[in-house]
Antibody, heavy 123, light 114 residues
Framework: QVQLVESGGGVVQPGRSLRLSCAAS????????MHWVRQAPGKGLEWVTV????????YYADSVKGRFIISKDNSKSTLYLQMNSLRPEDTATYYC????????????????WGQGTLVTVSS | DIVMTQSPDSLAVSLGERATINCKSS????????????LAWYQQKPGHPPKLLIY???TRESGVPDRFSGSGSGTDFTLTITSLQAEDVAVYYC??????????FGQGTKLEIK
């Protein structure tokens, strides 16, 4: 069965960095684009970033562009999110999610989600 | 950017009754290339990640009960839950994936039991 397990969250001071990981299993990781979606406490869902199936194409929400970097290691079936210059407004639960399109350079709805990891940016 | 607006923000429905949640996109999300509406619905229960319910505006994800259905045109969409069950209490989100690889969600609709 498909599993996505995030890790790496925690409390970090403003301006510092943090790297999140998402370990995938139960499917051919290299066939699927992968996303990060975040949810601030008590708020709605915000799409953050996506990486293409092969790791070559990356796209970001304006709110994180230039600060966050998404990457994908297909040999390890692991997705990463490097978060730099963190701000208090980045405080949220970060979910990794699989793009349901699969099988090439295409994008669709998110069919599997991890349980999330909480990032708190505070001094 | 495509803006997704849901209504109402919250909704209380009696058990066994119908619940209807609306979602409006700021521009058409009907693709001329595949004639499909690039709209998904997700359910999020407290303390849990979102779960995909419906994609292509009206296709139920595998395992989703048939009391959940989706419909709509190029800009106006509806999620309907017939015969509401206690386990349907959740926040529901619509999402457009027309302007991929950039995505937007609606603000969410909280569904409760009356």
């Amino acid at each position: 069965q498909v599993q996505l397990v995030e890790s790496g969250g925690g409390v970090v001071q403003p301006g510092r960095s943090l790297r999140l990981s998402c370990a995938a299993s139960g499917f051919t990781f290299s066939n699927f684009a992968m996303h990060w979606v975040r949810q601030a406490p008590g708020k709605g869902l915000e799409w953050v970033t996506v990486v293409s199936y092969d790791g070559n194409n990356k796209y970001y929400a304006d709110s994180v562009k230039g600060r966050f970097i998404i990457s994908k290691d297909n040999s390890k079936s692991t997705l990463y999110l490097q978060m730099n210059s963190l701000r208090p407004e980045d405080t949220a639960t970060y979910y990794c999610a699989r793009d349901g399109c699969g099988g090439g350079d295409c994008y669709g709805a998110f069919d599997y989600w991890g349980q999330g990891t909480l990032v708190t940016v505070s001094s | 950017d495509i803006v997704m607006t849901q209504s109402p923000d919250s909704l209380a429905v009696s058990l066994g009754e119908r619940a209807t949640i609306n979602c409006k996109s700021s521009q058409s999300i009907l693709s001329s290339s595949n004639n499909k509406k690039h709209l998904a619905w997700y359910q999020q229960k407290p303390g849990h990640p979102p779960k995909l319910l419906i994609y292509w505006a009206s296709t139920r994800e595998s395992g989703v009960p048939d009391r959940f259905s989706g419909s709509g045109s190029g800009t106006d969409f509806t999620l309907t839950i017939t015969s509401l069950q206690a386990e349907d209490v959740a926040v529901y989100y619509c999402q457009q994936y027309y302007s991929t690889p950039l995505y937007t969600f609606g603000q969410g609709t909280k569904l409760e039991i009356k």
